[in-house]
């Protein structure tokens, strides 16, 4: 009896080893904890984790984002991550294209979008371009861009800086569109540009904008008003189309037009088209097929059909070709000149004809001079 009591004892310690054995492997297999790593961190709802890296990549395998973060929560979806103190870097087919940095933002992993506010300040690697903005959204699988609040983007190596209130670009091929009171500058040549909205395409030196815009010379204070414009950064040269209102404040001199061309280096403004162009303060109306201003020199060439008119003579020129030399107070006239002064009756024609606007004289030349003087 006493042996079989120790069998049975024997007996049920080997069946409660086996019991426990089996309860330990069942637990460790079952209901043991998630294992996570720095990269791809456990997608918990309601997990908070700290000083991690997250990274997103494509179908194809290519990176699409590297984020750092003091801390990121995960919300209940578990696809959506609120992250602290951030500092990434975004791609487009695996090659790099933006570093940014924020206050705080949204990773969201399904529609592989990035969400920061509070001091944002991002480098576009490729053209390195700097942007500071108070709100940024990067929607990856489109290449699109948004930002928000007070914008800066700044190109040190160009010296031109753009602000404005909201951004649309596309970062891989460097396009930026910015709207609601946005003004362009540039320190080489001295120039301010203002508009509604300006895009900037930076790999093709284009600044451009196809809405109403205004552009100042800061130095000579000359402006020009057009209903769009398109600035060729490397030729330095602007184009404006539409609706032109030109003011020279130093030669006293306003045009208008449907169309000009601004050389910015040679100083040079181009009318291509008909034009009108004022001094109040001399007195003078001129109109023309074409002309050109050159600034620097104080002249200005009116070619085709050309008529200038004269509040001081009361006369009118017209005339194939016309020059006028600021400066010197001197307009002169070449090819079938035709001057009347309608309130004297006098009528002269001739090959060339020069006014003098300081002492107020007309002198018509040529072979054949015609006077009219009808009493």
């Known amino acids: 009896m006493q042996l079989l009591s120790r069998r049975n004892i024997r007996l049920f310690a080997i069946i409660f080893s086996i019991t426990a054995l089996i309860s330990g492997l069942g637990w460790f297999v079952f209901l043991r904890p998630e294992v996570t790593s720095l990269n791809k961190p456990a997608q918990v709802a309601g997990s908070s984790l700290q000083n991690i890296t997250l990274t997103e990549f494509d179908a194809d395998g290519k990176l699409i984002w590297e984020i750092t973060s003091k801390q990121a929560d995960y919300r209940q979806d578990r696809k959506i991550a609120d992250v602290q103190e951030v500092k990434g870097k975004f791609y487009r087919n695996g090659e790099p294209l933006m570093e940014v940095t924020g206050d705080k933002g ?182 023309a097929q074409k002309g050109e201003a050159q600034l620097q020199e104080e002249r200005i060439k009116l070619t085709g059909q050309v008529s200038a008119s004269f509040s001081s003579t009361q006369g009118v020129v017209n005339a194939d070709q016309v020059e006028w030399l600021i400066p010197t107070k001197t307009i002169t006239a070449n090819g079938n000149i035709n001057y009347r002064q309608p309130e004297k009756s006098l009528n002269v024609q001739g090959d060339r004809a020069v006014a003098n606007l300081e002492r107020q004289t007309v002198i018509v030349t040529g072979a054949n001079v015609i006077s009219t003087l009808n009493p």
């Open 106 to 287: 949204t990773i969201d992993q399904a529609s592989k979008e990035i969400s920061l506010e509070g001091n944002i300040k991002a480098i576009a690697v490729q053209e390195k371009i700097d942007m500071v903005a108070d709100q940024m959204t990067w929607k990856s699988e489109q290449d699109l861009l948004k930002a928000t609040g007070n914008i800066q983007i700044n190109k040190p190596e160009d010296q031109i800086k753009m602000t404005g209130k909201e951004l649309t670009a596309k970062p891989s091929i460097n396009v930026y569109s910015l709207e609601d009171n946005v003004i362009v500058t540039s320190v080489k040549p001295p120039l301010e540009m203002k508009s509604e909205k300006v895009t900037w395409d930076a790999k093709r030196d284009r600044v451009f904008s196809e809405v109403p815009i205004s552009v100042i010379q800061v130095k000579d204070k000359m402006q020009l008003f057009a209903n769009k414009g398109d600035w060729n950064i490397q030729k330095k040269e602007v184009i404006f189309k539409g609706n032109i209102k030109a003011k020279d404040p130093k030669l006293d001199v306003d045009i208008e037009a449907e169309q000009a061309i601004w050389n910015l280096d040679k100083k040079l403004v181009s009318l291509p088209v008909a034009f009108k162009g004022v001094s109040k303060s001399r007195g003078i109306v001129v109109n």
